[in-house]
């Protein structure tokens, strides 16, 4: 017995989690096509990559064909839809399962049974559409693998008792350099076996393996105890800069001077003034 999702999943969340988990328990193999369009916010490979780790026990397919007359609500939209879905399933479907009220049509034109999952989303009660509208509200419904890509990063210069308590202030955690627990691990235990050391790139890799790693658990802010103007270089989007770094301007927007870093200050320059103490 057979299944379908489809969907834009933009981002997923644990609304879609649900629906998926509620499926995978009602047929024998499930198919989630996720449907993703080139001009679209979020880019569809991260999408189709997502869903892929967040659903492993099922068929996921990747439907990246541009049709415009395929658009919600258009006539003849759903027929496309169906033929779309007969085209990358493989074999016959049993049952469309959804939380709108297209899955009643859509399930018609193929010949399936229509099974609504949490139409007034009263058991997870989110949206993509939500989430992308103010993603810190959401934060919760959002999982770990889709996190880092809403989440907003702040460097604290040489401080590690400041990013420490900034990052317990925010309840969030803190990223600190991998290159310090290395050398401190190797000074300590290297010596005593015939093992060679690290190379710099896979140190650098152990660097950006760990903030990769943290960011999945962070609470919507990721703190990093930077170093070295190599630990800041790795931060691929920063969005503030606490302390003095080297070869940033000090009248740079990024900056903010430690005295009004508090963990509410931080909370305003970065996730919105309307943030402070939640």
């Known amino acids: 017995m057979t299944g379908v999702i489809i969907g834009r999943f933009m981002p997923p969340h644990n609304g879609h989690l649900y629906l998926i ?4 328990a009602m047929v024998d193999r499930l198919y989630v096509l996720v449907c993703t369009l080139s001009h679209e916010p979020i880019p569809g490979h991260l ?13 996921i397919i ?9 658009r919600r ?30 899955g009643w049509d859509l399930a018609w034109s193929l010949e399936a049974q229509y099974i609504p999952v949490d139409p007034s989303r009263s058991n997870i009660p989110v949206s993509a559409s939500a989430i992308r509208a103010n993603p810190f509200e959401n934060w919760r419904f959002i999982p770990p693998a889709v996190r880092p890509w809403f989440l907003k990063h702040v460097a604290v210069i040489d401080d590690r008792s400041r990013a420490e308590a900034l ?12 290159h310090e627990f290395w050398q401190l691990t190797w000074n300590e ?15 650098r890799r152990g660097g950006r393996a760990t903030i990769g790693a943290l960011a999945r658990q962070a609470n919507t802010i990721l703190i990093h105890d930077v170093r070295t103007a190599e630990d800041l270089a790795m931060i691929e989007e920063l969005d503030v800069i606490i302390g003095n ?8 927007p990024l900056i903010l001077a430690p005295a009004h870093a508090d963990a509410d200050a ?4 970065v996730l919105g003034p309307n943030t402070a103490g939640a």
Request: proline letters at 9%.
């Open 62 to 70: 990747h439907i990246t064909e541009e049709i415009p007359e395929a």
């Open 73 to 102: 609500g258009a006539a003849g939209a759903i027929a496309i839809w169906a033929d779309s879905v007969r085209r990358a399933v493989p074999e016959p479907i049993a049952h469309v399962f959804a939380s709108e009220d297209y």
């Open 189 to 203: 235990f290297g010596g005593r076996r015939e093992v060679a050391p690290l190379s710099p790139e896979q140190i």
């Open 266 to 269: 931080v909370r305003r320059v």
């Open 47 to 59: 999408r189709y990559q997502w869903v892929q780790e967040l659903a492993p026990h099922s068929e």
């Open 21 to 24: 988990d509620f499926a995978r």
């Open 245 to 252: 770094p080297p070869g940033v301007r000090n009248d740079s």
């Open 167 to 178: 990052a317990r202030d925010l309840n969030t955690v803190v990223v600190h350099p991998y």
